[in-house]
C-alpha cells in the first residue's frame, strides 16, 4: 500500500503565496503519476494539476499562478501557489497511481491523501 502525507496548508490573504508538500511512502516500485486535486465547500473535487513521464497539465483557473513539481528520489511532490484567490479556497488532496509490491506481487492502485486545508482571505 502507498500512504500519501500532505503539508503546508494554512490560511493566506489574497495575493499571498503557499506551498503545499505530498510524500509518498510504502511497497513502491515505481509511481505512475502525482497530482493534486481540491474540493471547495459544497463543491466536487476538481484536477489542480498532474505531473508524469509526458508532462505538467493545470486547471485552466491555475494556470500561470500554480507550478507542481516533483522529487523524484524522495518520492515527494509540492505544489507553490502564487497570487493567491478567495476562489481557491478548498481542501487539496495529494493523489497518485503507482505500482506496489505485495505478498502476493505487484499491482497497479491508486491511492489518496487525506487533504489538507488551504484558505484564501483577508
Known amino acids: 500500500q502507498v500512504q500519501l502525507v500532505e503539508s503546508g496548508g494554512g490560511l493566506v490573504q489574497p495575493g499571498g503565496s503557499l506551498r503545499l508538500s505530498c510524500t509518498a511512502s510504502?511497497?513502491?516500485?515505481?509511481?505512475?503519476?502525482m497530482a493534486w486535486y481540491r474540493q471547495a465547500p459544497g463543491k466536487g473535487r476538481e484536477l489542480v494539476a498532474n505531473?508524469?513521464?509526458?508532462?505538467?497539465e493545470y486547471a485552466d483557473s491555475v494556470k500561470g499562478r500554480f507550478n507542481i513539481s516533483r522529487d523524484y528520489a524522495k518520492n515527494a511532490m509540492y505544489l507553490q501557489m502564487t497570487s493567491l484567490k478567495p476562489e481557491d479556497t478548498a481542501v487539496y488532496f495529494c493523489?497518485?497511481?503507482?505500482?506496489?509490491?505485495?505478498?502476493?506481487?505487484?499491482?497497479?492502485?491508486?491511492?489518496w491523501g487525506q487533504g489538507i486545508q488551504v484558505t484564501v482571505s483577508s
Open positions: 505531473i508524469n513521464s509526458a508532462g505538467v
Open positions: 493523489n497518485t497511481g503507482a505500482l506496489v509490491t505485495t505478498t502476493w506481487g505487484q499491482r497497479q492502485g491508486v491511492y
Open positions: 510504502g511497497s513502491i516500485a515505481t509511481i505512475n503519476f
